[in-house]
């Protein structure tokens, strides 16, 4: 039984009350390790160890900085393989998935990051014969990250590693469904001579330790990944304390196919914007509008593809969709399948929990599901699900398909199929979504902005916006 520890002023240490929490296994539903149950004087600590260390750190030149979290990315890369095992142990997905995805992508943050603070660029405004003018942006302080389960270290590493370049210290929140690899990140920290209380990670459940952090007035602002209804309730805690906020919050994504589009590619991409991990990505394509003339074909060749996912055990090579990430986040996706055949759905594959031999008997399986027949403004098609359930519609006309589109309260990313250069830049410029993609999904350049509209979030991560957010500017005026 592995016992999890939090990291804090530059040491891995237990919670002061001496309380845990158990984390399972998604595959077998075996606990396997105990992370601590910390509690708001945990996070006192984190922030005492981060005011201290603030000052040094946010005088360090940029390079120096960013040597440091090179050096972080150079031991992730070199823990591939065992940040890859931990993570499919803590979160249910294929390790082959974590292996090529998340680690990766988490190494590249780091890596990213600690080379464009040296590029990020202020301001100058030149008045002739009167005044310049010239902004600079300072570290915002202490900053509290809090990421979520699904994309554990990925999502984890997107938050930390802009503040850190950015100079501020941090007190950073892991899910306590899925806490191992933060854990590991502390033992990588420690080894690449961070120094103590610039990172700082508690362990331990939202009403604890998130509101502990939002509620604390040392942290000087929030970045928040999770679901809009938690984001809503962060932003009432924070408003009245001027806290700075970044709410990456709920998607219910659309996946647009024209008829001109090319299938093949279509139906390959729109199987991964589906089931990607398990659907239990923000970003997943969970509506499937697909243009009348080849909405029969499109379905024929997607069913085959979804007949090829294989469900099994994560550790298997072969394994396409491994574990949902706990016993009640199953029993929500299933509470939402039987909703889809009270709304009239028709069922085309899955809908049934995978009720697995051998190690993963007792695991939380379930069949990649595809439904038709549902309204385009029934539950099913307006509220996030989060799980591998997605529903084909037809339609007819470009504007029925954008106001399909655009009816859910979420904003946060959309995918187009279509060969028409100009028909896609029309419909992606109409569609109100942070993100849209063309011919393509999940393609991430990390200099880009990335964030949803209406109540898939506030503010903006990534590249420059993510350095933006964690500076405060000053505007300074010199009279010639």
Avoid at 411 to 434: C, M, S, Y
Wanted: proline letters at 6%; glycine letters at 10%.
């Amino acid at each position: 039984m592995l016992q999890l520890a939090n990291y804090i002023n530059g040491r891995l240490v237990p919670p002061t009350a001496g309380r845990y929490l158990p984390t399972t296994e998604p595959a077998t539903g075996l606990v396997y390790s105990q992370v601590p149950a910390s509690s708001a004087v945990d996070v006192e600590q984190a922030v005492v160890a981060a005011e201290a260390a603030l000052p040094t750190w946010r005088r360090m030149p940029a390079e120096e900085r960013g040597r440091l979290l090179v050096r972080i990315a150079e031991l992730l890369d070199r823990d591939l393989e065992r940040l890859a095992q931990a993570e499919s142990l803590d979160n249910g997905k294929p390790v082959s998935l974590a292996r090529s995805v998340d680690i990766p992508r988490a190494a590249s943050n780091f890596a990213f990051f600690g080379t464009a603070a040296q590029h990020f660029a202020s301001e100058t405004h030149f008045q002739e014969g009167v005044a310049l003018n010239y902004t600079v942006r300072h570290p915002l302080g202490v900053v509290g990250c809090i990421s979520p389960w699904n994309l554990p270290l990925y999502l984890f590493t997107w938050k930390i590693a802009p503040a850190l370049a950015a100079g501020c210290c941090v007190v950073a929140k892991p899910s306590e469904i899925t806490p191992y690899t933060a854990f590991l990140l502390s033992e990588l920290c420690i080894e690449a001579g961070l120094p103590a209380g610039v990172l700082n990670i508690v362990h331990g459940t939202g009403p604890e330790v998130g509101q502990a952090l939002v509620e604390h007035p040392g942290i000087k602002g929030i970045s928040f990944t999770g679901g809009t209804a938690t984001g809503a309730h962060i932003a009432r805690t924070a408003a009245p304390l001027f806290k700075k906020l970044s709410l990456e919050l709920g998607g219910k994504n659309p996946n647009i196919i024209f008829a001109d589009c090319d299938l093949a590619e279509a139906v390959q991409t729109s199987l991964r914007s589906s089931f990607s991990n398990q659907g239990q990505i923000c970003l997943c394509g969970a509506r499937i509008f697909i243009e009348r003339a080849i909405y029969e074909q499109f379905k024929a060749q997607f069913l085959e593809g979804v007949a090829s996912l294989t469900v099994g055990d994560p550790l298997d090579a072969s394994t396409r969709q491994g574990a949902l990430v706990s016993e009640a986040h199953l029993q929500k996706v299933l509470g939402y399948i039987a909703l889809a055949h009270e709304e009239g759905g028709t069922l085309l594959a899955g809908g049934q929990q995978v009720r697995l031999q051998g190690r993963c008997a007792t695991g939380y399986f379930l069949q990649p599901t595809v439904f038709e027949g549902l309204a385009p403004t029934c539950r099913v098609n307006q509220e996030e699900i989060f799980g591998p359930v997605v529903t084909l519609t037809p339609f007819d006309t470009e504007d029925d398909a954008l106001h399909w589109a655009n009816s859910s309260e979420y904003g946060l990313a959309a995918t187009i199929w279509t060969k028409d250069l100009n028909k896609a830049h029309r419909v992606a410029h109409a569609l109100q979504a942070g993100i849209v993609w063309v011919n393509t999904w999940l393609h991430r350049d990390l200099r880009t902005p990335f964030g949803g509209m209406k109540n898939s979030g506030v503010g903006r991560e990534g590249g420059v916006e993510a350095l933006r957010f964690f500076t405060e500017p000053q505007s300074i005026t010199v009279k010639l």
